[in-house]
């Protein structure tokens, strides 16, 4: 099922913003989810039906009572196991960090083609909205219009071909030695001459960071909801600090139940003891997490609401023209030109000196 559009370095017009993911309805423009529609989120209780896993998993399926190995294999591979996904979410990382950031996303990985509208607002100011973007990328062109409510600028700025970010990423599956759902991994590993590791928790920390990539849309923190690569690392990289206790279904998805607890090393930068996740068995990608802290607050988390896959989801939003009425232009190409011309004359300049 894996598809792939090149890819280059994530530009800056998202920043850092969650976005969360396009509920199952066309959108011209994003519109913000609000702050009970997301806590209210309620988790169907009913446990799914046990199964054995298939000799051979085919990966466009949810293996029903997923091991660690392939529940952390899909979580930090979420892109391979992806076509089309959309949603709401809404995202606290907690700590210093003390913003939320929520919205709606649209993610078509086999055409290249992205929505978000990202929101962010201040922990102590749930109502306001201090910083708005809103990308539509068709692969070859991007569209980012951005509110800062800050200093009330309103700015439209676009990337063509060569700055346009794609979806496109370095997975773990391009460095980790086996695939636990395929087991002719292990044996083209020992025809190369390879080590062969039959379990990903044998991996040092020096591989497996290896490994890590990022957000190609540049809204690095939608990363905890559909790539979930950085906090995967985080919470579960050490197999002796978490369990797969149950098997539910959540919002129609055959998900993972994942509770543990956090590395001090990596907890305590949230303030974060002990976890809970609902991994998605097909895709790896996080239905919702929380972090608690040692009295049991929740002090990290990322809720989805309204998620789609594949068939189910609808076409990417497109641009148009009348939603940058309004806005400061701004050619990215040319900024980026400019700043290589700049560059050349500086090099020249120094090269004359000596």
């Not at 969360?20 to 989120?41: F, L, R």
Request: proline fraction near 3%.
């Amino acid at each position: 099922m894996k598809r792939k559009i090149k890819s280059i370095l994530s530009v800056g017009a998202a920043l850092c913003f969650i976005i969360s993911c396009t509920a199952c309805q066309t959108v011209d423009s994003g519109a913000n989810i609000s702050e009970d529609s997301v806590e209210n989120i309620n988790i169907n209780e009913s446990a799914i039906d046990d199964s054995v896993i298939d000799e051979e998993i085919v990966p466009d399926e949810a293996p029903l009572n997923i091991t660690k190995d392939q529940l952390y294999y899909r979580c930090m591979n979420s892109m391979e196991y992806l076509s089309h996904v959309s949603g709401d979410v809404k995202v606290r990382y907690g700590g210093k960090d003390r913003n939320v950031y929520q919205g709606t996303v649209n993610l078509d990985f086999v055409n290249g083609k992205y929505f978000t509208d990202a929101s962010t607002f201040d922990i102590d100011n749930l109502e306001n909205c201090i910083y708005n973007v809103v990308t539509y990328n068709n692969s070859n062109i991007c569209h980012s219009i951005i509110d800062n409510i800050i200093d009330g600028s309103k700015r439209h700025e676009t990337m063509k071909e060569g700055l346009c970010p794609t979806l496109e990423i370095t997975t773990f599956a391009n460095a980790c030695p086996i695939n636990p759902d395929d087991k002719s991994s292990i044996e083209a590993a020992r025809a190369k001459g390879k080590t062969v590791i039959t379990s990903i928790d044998q991996l040092s920390e020096e591989q497996i960071n290896a490994t890590y990539g990022g957000d190609p849309t540049g809204d690095h923190v939608l990363g905890a909801f559909y790539i979930p690569q950085e906090m995967s690392m985080g919470y579960l990289k050490n197999f002796d600090m978490w369990d797969i206790t149950d098997y539910k279904d959540f919002q129609g998805r055959s998900c993972a139940v994942v509770q543990g607890k956090a590395e001090p090393e990596y907890g305590s930068r949230f303030n974060v003891e002990t976890f809970e996740i609902l991994v998605d068995q097909a895709t790896g990608v996080w239905m919702q997490f929380e972090g608690y802290d040692a009295d049991g607050n929740v002090m990290q988390y990322v809720y989805s609401e309204n998620v789609c896959f594949d068939d189910d989801t609808v076409d990417v939003p497109t641009y148009k023209d009348e939603y940058a009425e309004g806005y400061e232009e701004l050619d990215m190409n040319a900024v980026d030109q400019a700043n290589i011309d700049e560059t050349i004359r500086k090099m020249n300049a120094e090269a004359e000196k000596e």
